[in-house]
């Protein structure tokens, strides 16, 4: 992006509207089932609050320093922290842009089906990721604007697709649907944090082209929050109406096609699946190339977003439809993101100070990592002791200031 880019508040909560409508949002609510229906919606929206309040608290740093939202890992951890913060959020979104790629083909393969249209399923992701890499390309005002249409567009066709489904009387179908024996409340928590806390390295990187702090990070809470929670609801509603505890990886993606197909609501849905891919998946590689840069200096953005889109194109096209271990991805990132960036916030708005040494920050980091897999392994809910563990041991090794 050029340094005279500039993004108001309302093309933050566009942005993140955008972002909220996903076929990821979809396939993560699914893997609520096994909650039943009120369970899984109050995951959900607890998920969201505290998640989007950590993603847009940690982007508001981007809005104040002008730093990327890896960059600003050095404000805590100097110089190293950044390098590696940098190579953990470009592997992340490598794995995002291709988890992006393989949902649209995935869902776009029952509606090419429909029309007897045969296309193989890697040219698929192929056209997907070429699309989507080369709308990362574009650096000037023409993006702001090409993607308030696509957003707004967006939200329109989602809420008549609601309105279709909620039309058949679901709702009091689905309601009745109670949590299966043995669900575990606080790992589906974790798996709902995993997703929403995964934007917070990517936040500022967009952050930091808004003048306007907190009206910018209430607006990206707000667009992100409403269509996000609707995503992951819809997942869920249609996962437990194909009845399924356990599910293929790809249920709920499929499921909600078919149940539109079934409905008659193609041209819609077909938009939902072009569009929200693109909208989504694009910040991921914009984004990776920005935390590439970290790393690399020489890399530019531009290149970088070629080598992020290529990567997680070709991810995508070898696994070819089969989806594995997303669980466990997303509790990946959360062991990683949620005590680095603990000790950050830590730092920025409570301690509000510099420590002398990046020393406190990595034991902090580490011993928070090591705590999420160890609560994790046993059943018991991570996200928040990691989280207030990290920024608790920070504020306790962090010498003060004579």
């Known amino acids: 992006m050029t340094k005279s880019f500039q993004l108001r508040p309302t093309d933050f909560f566009l942005l993140w509207a955008g972002a909220g409508v996903s076929l990821a949002d979809l396939l993560v609510g699914g893997t609520l089932a096994s909650h039943g229906w009120w369970s899984g919606i109050a995951l959900i929206l607890v998920g969201h609050l505290i998640g989007n309040t950590l993603i847009f ?11 990327s ?28 842009t291709g988890i992006m790629l393989l949902t649209g083909a995935f869902a776009a393969a029952p509606l090419l089906d429909h029309w007897n249209i045969t296309m193989p399923f890697w040219l698929l992701v192929l056209l997907f990721g070429a699309v989507t890499t080369l709308w990362s390309l574009v650096r000037t ?46 790992a589906g928590l974790d798996i709902v944090l995993g997703l929403v806390i995964s934007w917070m390295p990517l936040c500022g990187d967009y952050a930091r082209f808004s003048d306007k702090k907190w009206p910018t990070a209430a607006a990206g809470w707000a667009g992100y929050f409403v269509t996000s929670c ?4 819809l997942g869920l509603a249609v996962t437990l109406l194909q009845g399924g ?19 008659g609501v193609i041209a819609p849905v077909l938009l939902i699946a072009v569009f929200s891919t693109i909208t989504t998946t694009f910040l991921d590689v914009y984004s990776g190339a920005v935390s590439l840069r970290s790393v690399v200096p020489q890399v530019s953005e531009v290149t970088g977003s070629l080598i992020i889109g290529l990567l997680g194109t070709v991810m995508a096209a070898l696994l070819g439809g089969d989806l594995f271990g997303y669980d466990h991805f997303l509790l990946a990132i959360g062991a990683v993101l949620l005590p680095l960036f603990g000790v950050l916030l830590t730092h920025f708005y409570i301690l509000k100070r510099e420590s002398p040494s990046p020393i406190p920050a990595f034991i902090s980091w580490g011993v928070g990592m090591a705590l999420y897999f160890i609560l994790t392994n046993f059943g018991l809910g991570a996200s928040l002791p990691t989280l207030l563990l990290a920024g608790g041991l920070y504020a306790l090794l962090t010498p003060s200031q004579a």
Do not use: H
């Open 57 to 67: 608290a940690a982007g508001a740093i981007s809005t104040q320093t002008k730093m």
């Open 245 to 263: 505890y356990a599910i293929p990886a790809y249920s709920a993606v499929s499921g909600f096609i078919e149940l539109f197909l079934g409905l």
């Open 141 to 186: 005002d023409f993006w702001k604007y090409a993607q308030r249409v696509s957003v707004v567009l967006l939200l329109g066709l989602s809420a008549y697709a609601a309105w279709q489904l909620l039309a058949t009387g679901v709702l009091g179908q689905i309601s009745q649907i109670a949590p299966q024996a043995g669900a575990n409340a606080w």
């Open 230 to 233: 609707f995503f992951f609801a």
């Open 69 to 96: 939202g890896v960059g600003t890992l050095q404000l805590a951890f100097g110089r190293w922290g950044s390098v590696l913060g940098g190579i953990a959020n470009t592997l992340q979104l490598i794995g995002w």
